[in-house]
């Protein structure tokens, strides 16, 4: 179990992110949205959220909180639990479980690995994931799966599908396409590849607020009052590719500077876990050079100043 070695007090928590919030704001410093999807290429990235999920079920947060917005890859983790449930270690003969140190859309690995994916978390990997939950059903009841999952996870039925956002993806996710097929020219498709895109633009197109990621994240983190959605094996396997596959080619830097497993998406939301301590989530749509929230990696690193959480001690 996580020992922290500096308990927070939740009142003092909750005056931190408030003064973190205002001078968020303060700086404007907020990075460019991912404009490469036009629906998310209109939204305003001087945004900012956090919620935190602390061990004992408190609840601290601060700015847009209730704001829904597209998790992204995010939803990486969720249905990556979702097939850990349903076909175990076979995944790994599909995927491997190494970083990429490569943008989330190369294809240059994929082509000199023969077509198996450095992890679950970059794209074409994440494709061979959602084609693994996919294989002998609909797509519908394959997005059924993940939906639920998280229901169950955040206990919050409100969870939905921005279908234009996963419209507008459909029309221009011309680098996903070519790398699911690709991925079928190796035979690492065991579906229609339109089917798994479809799939996996309108997993990437769930939305969701701060507070109802960091709800979900607690079963990950393995908090005491999580429902019991995963075992405590599978949870360390996500923290563990969270921590070094979560940010992309990003990953090392969001490890030194923050310490703890992270999943960040292009829509600017990160969950952040904190195992045994916390479920963090937070969003600013503006990213970084590396497709990660910029706002949002600064304020995981400020919060993790303030508490002493780290899994590096």
């Given amino acids: 179990m996580f020992v922290d070695p500096k308990p927070v007090d939740p009142q003092k928590l909750q005056a931190f992110v408030d003064t973190l919030t205002q001078e968020i704001h303060a700086q404007a ?62 995944i790994w003969t599909r995927v491997g479980r190494e970083p990429s140190g490569t943008r989330f859309d190369s294809i240059l690995l994929l082509e000199q690995e023969h077509g198996r994916p450095r992890n679950p978390f970059i794209n074409a990997g994440a494709l061979v994931t959602t084609d693994a939950l996919l294989e002998h059903r609909a797509p519908k009841d394959a997005l059924s799966e993940i939906i639920g999952f998280i229901c169950a996870a955040c206990e919050d039925d409100d969870i939905h599908i921005d279908r234009d956002v996963a419209q507008s993806e459909e029309r221009t996710g011309f680098r996903n396409i070519a790398l699911a097929n690709y991925l079928q020219s190796y035979g690492n498709m065991r579906n229609d590849p339109a089917l798994t895109l479809g799939t996996y633009f309108h997993q990437c197109a769930i939305e969701m607020t701060t507070d109802q990621l960091a709800m979900a994240g607690r079963a990950i983190a393995q908090l005491p009052q999580a429902p019991y959605v995963m075992t405590r094996a599978k949870a360390r396997r996500l923290n563990a590719l969270m921590m070094t596959c979560g940010h992309y080619d990003g990953s090392g830097d969001f490890a030194f500077r923050v310490g703890l497993p992270g999943k960040s998406g292009v829509g600017g939301g990160i969950l952040v876990i904190a195992p045994g301590r916390a479920s963090i989530a937070i969003w600013s749509p503006g990213l970084n050079a590396y497709g990660n929230s910029q706002v949002g990696t600064y304020a995981a690193e400020r919060l993790i100043k303030f508490t002493g959480w780290s899994v590096f001690g």
């Avoid at 460019?32 to 209109?42: F, S």
């Avoid at 939204?43 to 999920?53: H, K, L, R």
């Avoid at 601290?60 to 890859?73: C, E, L, M, P, T």
């Fill in 29 to 90: 410093d907020w990075g460019k949205v991912a404009d490469y999807i036009p629906e998310l290429a209109q939204v305003d990235p001087a945004q900012f959220a956090i919620s935190i999920v602390l061990a004992d079920g408190t609840k601290v947060a601060a700015g847009a909180h209730h704001k829904r917005f597209s998790i992204q890859s995010v939803s990486k983790v969720f249905t990556l639990a979702c097939v850990l449930g349903r076909v175990g270690e076979q």
